[in-house]
DNA sequence: TTCAATGCAAATTTTTTGCAAAGTC
DNA sequence: GACTTTGCAAAAAATTTGCATTGAA
């Protein structure tokens, strides 16, 4: 994967944005950190980089760029949206306990077809894209609270 | 599908939730209305019957319900939760043009393990719970944009 | 009378908006 | 110079919180 401020600038130019600094930050940012952050992470993980970033122009950013198709708005979370530069599809599972969110691969699941969810008709409805989201509690946690019991 | 008093009386109690006359009518809103409400709907819809109702009752309640696993928190939408009493596994769609969201069986799709995503454990973390969300145009919008633009 | 449920108002949080200033071609 | 991008402050919207009041066992 490229993550070059050329190869940001293409992508963004190709899809009709017009690649300013903060767009390539943001999106690069984006690429680079594949931890589905909010918008509040994006801004303060930025902001020392380039002091005059606003929140707003995140706010702009990731709409555009969710907009545009070349970024997930991801609504895993009740109270905040999240944001993945990783189009591709697959599954998040989010841990209850510890509130990261991890991917995950379809072909993990023992499920085939799944990527046929998205641009299928159902009972003369049209899909367009789909969300799979999972809770539960991630192995960090799970190998963590066993010790904690364990002691 | 019981919505009396007593039966969802009953249900409340059983989750050891008290059957408090705003809980019960809430639950039973929801019960018999099965459109996906967010809070303010709920509220709206309920407090001519109630007056005395408040919205911070309405979000008390809808989140001890969801706590107790008798009702679904749904973040198909990325700016407020909806709520569904239906609690049986099945999925959520939501047309982006009307805002409407359809209940869709998994039996409709032809997707075999789909049920196995809960209580499934991947890659060591353990799933708990799952939401498929799909988006696109409804039946009803396709149907109503096709005849505009045939004339 | 004790404890839980409720209502109100204020606070918090996330996101949007209006508009002026800065930057770009 | 025209058009777009950005920043700031205010507004809006959703949700939470503190606390006093009400209500039920």
Do not use: W
Not at 35 to 44: E, G, L, Q, R, S
Not at 58 to 78: C, H, M, P, R, W
Request: charged letters at 20%; one cysteine or more; aromatic letters at 6%.
């Amino acid at each position: 994967m490229d993550t070059s401020t050329k190869a940001i600038s293409d992508i963004l130019q190709s899809k009709g944005i017009s690649p300013s600094l903060h767009r390539i930050k943001i999106y690069q940012y984006l690429m680079t950190h594949r931890t589905h952050p909010n918008v509040d992470t994006i801004y303060k993980e930025l902001v020392n980089e380039i002091p005059s970033l606003s929140k707003t122009t995140v706010y702009n950013t990731v709409k555009t760029l969710a907009q545009k198709g070349i970024l997930l708005e991801l609504t895993i979370d009740s109270t905040e949206s999240r944001y993945d530069a990783d189009i591709h599809p697959h599954i998040h599972f989010r841990c209850t306990s510890c509130g990261n969110i991890y991917d995950i691969e379809y072909n993990l699941l023992n499920i085939k077809g799944l990527e046929k969810l998205e641009r299928a008709t159902i009972e003369g409805h049209q899909i367009h894209s789909s969300h799979i989201y999972l809770y539960g509690i991630c192995k960090n946690c799970l190998t963590r609270h066993s010790k904690k019991t364990q002691n």
